[in-house]
């Protein structure tokens, strides 16, 4: 029925897939010049595609369920595509600001990462998108390349003023390993992380709470941290360490204080969290990942009722440790389990969340899968 050749009359010339992601620790860290520890999810977007001669970019989306949308790709330009469609023009436009000569495409784009979960749909298919044009158009680019590419996309083309951590997750990650991510320079490390050899696994609760970083409020909170680098001489606030904090903090007004505090201890965080992986100690990340969220609830003010009850109710069922993972207001929450008993600390969410009159969240496990790849 809707396959590519029903839609388009002819035969794709290859299929890319690119993950969603987890941050396992981290958060609120990367446009602040920080670390990141994400590992990619099973659950991928994937793009068939086919060039096209004549300079249209024509989409189809088995989510958007509505017919092929037609675009030029020489009028690409930002603000003027609505929905869905806009991610994957501005990857498109975006290559093409770069100085890369793209033209046209047919493509196909299928999805299973849950959307506004927090968990990067967005990010997932912007990277798939280019990944296919990266080999289509022979442009030679390297995955943290295309990950910039993806970033500048939905920056600039989208108007969401994220950081780059979705995107180098998206493109980079490896299966087995969380991506040590330093968001200053790009330059990491792939940190092994074997969840089922050390009996444990992590739950991925979507609170179901839609979060919308367009919103404003993410660029708000962005703004705040530069004020705070600016006020204090520093070029972003990844310059500042845990000892710094009782000089510096007293220098900013009281609203940025807790704002810094916050991305200095998670930054912290971050290296114990790594430290914890590369001694193969994984269940001592819990009270890592549970400290995380009280900094991102009572600092960071990003929670919402429905994460603090997520993380709340796993932690007294048994998880070693839960926090909310991405953006925040809303999306999904992770949790550290021993195996066993991930389907005990799952009901015990929900029902917290009956008793709460909340709606049922989804929970799904997660395992550190590949990047971005080419399937055919
Ligand atoms: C969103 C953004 C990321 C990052 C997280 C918070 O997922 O896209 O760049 O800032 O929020 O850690």
Redesign the pocket.
């Known amino acids: 029925m809707n396959s590519f050749t029903d839609l388009y009359g002819h035969a794709p010339e290859g299929e890319w897939a690119a993950p969603g992601r987890v941050?396992l620790i981290g958060?609120?860290?990367?446009?602040n010049g920080g670390f990141v520890l994400p590992i990619a999810l099973p659950q991928t977007v994937r793009a068939q595609a086919r060039r096209r001669p004549d300079g249209l970019l024509r989409l189809w989306s088995a989510q958007g369920k509505g017919p092929v949308r037609e675009l030029s790709v020489a009028e690409l330009a930002p603000g003027a595509v609505p929905g869905w469609v806009a991610y994957p023009a501005a990857v498109v436009w975006a290559l093409r600001e770069a100085g890369y000569e793209v033209g046209g495409a047919d493509l196909r784009l299928d999805s299973d990462v849950p959307s506004g979960a927090g968990l990067?749909s967005s990010a997932a298919l912007e990277c798939a998108v280019a990944a296919a044009y990266n080999d289509l158009y022979g442009l030679g680019l390297s995955a943290p390349d295309l990950a910039l590419i993806a970033q500048r996309a939905e920056n600039a083309f989208v108007g969401v003023p994220?950081?780059?951590?979705?995107q180098m997750a998206s493109m980079c990650c490896r299966e087995g390993s969380a991506l040590y991510l330093d968001s200053r320079d790009l330059t990491g490390r792939q940190v092994p992380i074997d969840l089922t050899g050390a009996g444990l696994a992590l739950l991925v609760i979507d609170t179901r709470v839609k979060h919308d970083?367009a919103d404003g409020a993410y660029a708000a909170l962005r703004a705040g941290c530069e004020r705070a680098a600016a006020l204090l001489g520093l070029p972003a606030l990844r310059s500042l360490a845990p000892s710094d904090l009782p000089a510096s903090l007293p220098r900013l007004p009281d609203e940025l204080r807790p704002l810094v505090r916050h991305v200095v201890t998670e930054n912290a965080r971050v290296e114990t969290a790594v430290a914890h992986l590369d001694t193969g100690d994984l269940t001592a990340l819990g009270p890592v990942l549970t400290a995380g969220h009280a900094s991102l609830r009572d600092d960071y003010r990003v929670s919402c009722p429905e994460t603090d009850l997520a993380v709340e109710a796993a932690v007294t069922a048994g998880a070693h440790g839960a926090r909310m993972t991405?953006?925040g207001f809303g999306g999904s929450v992770i949790a550290l389990v021993d195996a066993p008993r991930a389907p005990h600390v799952a009901t015990a969410v929900t029902t917290a969340f009956r008793h709460a009159a909340f709606t049922p969240p989804h929970t799904l496990t997660a395992t550190p899968a590949a990047g971005a790849r080419r399937l055919s």
């Open positions: 941050n958060e609120h860290t990367d446009y990067s994220c950081g780059i951590m979705d970083l991405g953006g």
